[in-house]
C-alpha cells in the first residue's frame, strides 16, 4: 500500500502542469529590483515573478551584517535611475542601502512579485518550444527535506551577482586548529561576534578591511589589520555639498540627475588619469595618505602597492575615518606574510607574534558564474568558460537569456540599469516581429578572446578560467564606459546582424 501510495503521489506530481511566465529574474536584490521595474513599466504585458533564495530581498545589503558595512561606491551612481538617493550621505551605510531597496520594492508594487526560499538549481532550454525550464529547490515543512518545482519561461533574466552568497573566500592556515580564539569571515558575521575591549587581528587590505578597522576601533582593545601587500587608500567625503543644495533648489529627480552624471564624469576622468598617467595619480593618492599619517608613517612599506591606481578597485575611506583611527593609535596596519596560527594569534614570516582574542578573514569572496546555474541548450549541457559575452549582457550559444552584471570601475547599478533597459528593447522587438528567441552567435574570425575583466585583484583572478571571455571589439567587448554603452544599449540597433533570431516552427 506504501508503495502505491508513493507511485500515485510520484504520478500526479508529473502531471502538474508547470507555471509558465514571460519572463523569470532570479535574484530579489539591486540588479533584480532594478530589472523588476523597468520589465513592468517598460513591458507592462508581460507576465514575471522574482525568485530569491534567500528569506528576505536585498542580496549584498541583507547578506552583509558586519560592523560598519557601507558601500564604496556613491548613492547618486549605484541608486536606481528612476528613484532618487534623498539622504544627506552619498557614501550610505548597508542598512540605509537596504531601506532604500526596501522602499523602491514596496514603492512599485515589486515586493509582491517576489517569491522567497526558491533556490535555483537548474535550467534548461528547449528551441523547439522556445522556453526555459527552470528548476528551484524550495525549504520543505520543518524536518522535512527540500522540495523541487518547475516553472518555465521564455525569458530567463539573471540578477544574482557575481559571487557565492554560501560561504567567503578563505585560504587554508596553517595551525588555525591551534588558536583559542574566534575566527570569523565578514561574509559569516552574526550579532553574536564579541569584539569589545579584545585585541582584534583583520586580515585583508580590501574594501571590507578597511571598513571594518575603524568601526571595530571603536570598541576593541586594539585592531591589527594584517595584509600581504598594500591598496590604494583614498579618503573622500561622506557627504556631497553639492548635491545637497541642489536637493534644496531644485527638484527631486532633476538635482538628483544632475548629481549623478557629475559623479559619473569625476569617476571616469579619475578613471581615464590612471590609465594614461599612472605616476602622478600615485603621487597624488600617497600624499593624501602622508597628509592623514604625518611624515614619519611608512607609507611606502604599509600603502604603496606593486600595481599601477584603479589595475585594481581603490578603496573609498569616508570622511578618512580608517586614516583617523590609525593616527589616533586605536588600529595599526601590519605588513607581511603569515607563518601559521598558534594558540595566542598568528605568528608572521618576519617573526613577530600577533596576538589576538578575535581573527577576522576579510580574504575575499567566492566568485560564481550565474549563481552557480547548471544551464543546458536542447539537452546540451553548457560549460559557460567556453562562451563569449555579447553586449556585456547575453551570451554566444545561449537564447533568450541576459545577465546583470555592473562596472568594475565604476558603479554596479549604472550598467545594471543600461542591461534592464536593454532587455526591454529586445522584448518588446520580439514581440513586435513574432520572434521565439534571440541568440547571440559570433561568425567573425578576427574577434579574439580575452579575459572576462581586465582587472588584476586576486578574488577575479582566482576564477577567471570559470568565466565566459569577452571579444577583441564591439559587440563582443567590454569597454567599462558608461557613456560608450548607453549609445550602444539605449540606443544601439536590437537587431544588428550577430543576434540571432528565430521562430517556432507551426504545429510545435
Not at 536584490?29 to 520589465?39: C, D, N, P, Q, R
Not at 542598512?95 to 508594487?109: D, H, K, M
Not at 524550495?138 to 544574482?160: H, K, R, V, Y
Not at 596553517?174 to 569589545?196: C, I, R
Request: positive net charge; hydrophobic residues 40%; glycine residues 8%.
Amino acid at each position: 500500500m506504501l508503495f502505491l501510495n508513493g507511485f500515485a503521489n510520484h504520478i500526479d506530481r508529473a502531471n502538474m502542469s508547470i507555471e509558465h511566465l514571460d519572463v523569470l529574474i532570479i535574484g530579489a536584490g539591486l540588479s533584480g529590483i532594478g530589472a523588476a521595474y523597468h520589465l513592468q513599466t517598460n513591458c507592462p504585458g508581460k507576465r514575471f515573478a522574482l525568485l530569491e533564495g534567500r528569506a528576505a530581498l536585498g542580496g549584498t545589503w541583507d547578506l552583509f551584517r558586519y560592523p560598519g558595512i557601507r558601500s564604496d561606491s556613491d548613492m547618486y551612481t549605484l541608486g536606481f535611475s528612476f528613484k532618487p538617493w534623498e539622504q544627506a550621505k552619498a557614501i550610505a551605510d548597508g542598512p540605509s542601502i537596504l531601506n532604500y531597496l526596501q522602499q523602491t520594492a514596496r514603492e512599485n508594487g515589486i515586493d509582491k512579485k517576489i517569491r522567497y526560499g526558491h533556490q535555483v538549481k537548474a535550467a534548461s532550454w528547449s528551441s523547439a518550444d522556445a522556453k526555459w525550464t527552470v528548476t528551484a529547490h524550495t525549504a520543505g515543512e520543518a524536518g522535512a527535506a527540500d522540495e523541487e518545482l518547475q516553472i518555465s519561461c521564455n525569458f530567463l533574466f539573471m540578477c544574482s551577482g557575481y559571487y557565492a552568497y554560501k560561504e567567503g573566500f578563505t585560504p587554508e592556515f596553517a595551525g588555525l586548529e591551534n588558536f583559542k580564539g574566534q575566527v570569523v569571515h565578514p561574509q559569516k558575521w552574526t550579532p553574536d561576534v564579541a569584539y569589545a575591549g579584545k585585541r582584534v587581528v583583520v586580515i585583508g587590505s580590501g574594501a571590507t578591511a578597511v571598513t571594518l578597522v575603524p568601526e571595530l576601533a571603536k570598541e576593541a582593545a586594539h585592531v591589527t589589520m594584517l595584509q600581504r601587500s598594500p591598496t590604494y587608500v583614498v579618503a573622500r567625503p561622506s557627504e556631497d555639498a553639492l548635491a545637497n543644495k541642489l536637493r534644496r533648489w531644485l527638484p527631486s529627480m532633476l538635482a538628483y540627475g544632475l548629481t549623478r552624471w557629475k559623479r559619473v564624469l569625476l569617476g571616469m576622468y579619475v578613471f581615464r588619469l590612471c590609465r594614461n598617467d599612472p605616476a602622478k595619480m600615485k603621487r597624488l593618492l600617497l600624499g593624501g595618505v602622508r597628509m592623514a599619517l604625518g611624515p614619519d608613517y611608512d607609507v611606502n612599506k604599509h600603502f604603496t602597492p606593486r600595481y599601477n591606481p584603479w589595475e585594481q578597485r581603490l578603496c573609498l575611506v569616508p570622511d578618512g575615518d580608517f586614516f583617523k583611527s590609525i593616527a589616533s593609535k586605536q588600529a595599526s596596519v601590519v605588513t607581511d606574510h603569515i607563518d601559521c596560527f598558534n594558540d595566542k594569534g598568528i605568528l608572521l614570516k618576519s617573526g613577530e607574534q600577533l596576538d589576538a582574542d578575535l581573527i577576522v578573514t576579510a580574504t575575499g569572496l567566492n566568485l560564481q558564474v550565474l549563481g552557480g546555474l547548471q544551464l543546458t541548450v536542447d539537452g546540451k549541457l553548457q560549460d559557460m568558460s567556453k562562451t563569449m559575452n555579447y553586449k556585456g549582457l547575453m551570451y554566444s550559444g545561449i537564447p533568450n537569456l541576459a545577465s546583470s552584471f555592473g562596472y568594475t570601475n565604476a558603479s554596479w547599478t549604472l550598467k545594471c540599469d543600461l542591461t534592464c533597459q536593454y532587455v526591454c528593447r529586445l522584448l518588446n522587438h520580439m514581440q513586435k516581429n513574432g520572434i521565439a528567441y534571440a541568440v547571440p552567435k559570433n561568425n567573425d574570425a578576427s574577434v579574439m578572446e580575452r579575459p572576462w575583466v581586465d582587472f588584476s585583484s586576486t578574488y577575479f583572478a582566482r576564477a577567471m578560467h570559470l568565466f565566459p571571455k569577452q571579444g577583441s571589439k564591439a559587440p563582443w567587448r567590454l569597454y567599462q564606459n558608461y557613456p560608450k554603452d548607453i549609445l550602444l544599449l539605449r540606443f544601439g540597433k536590437v537587431d544588428d546582424g550577430v543576434l540571432q533570431f528565430g521562430r517556432v516552427a507551426a504545429g510545435a
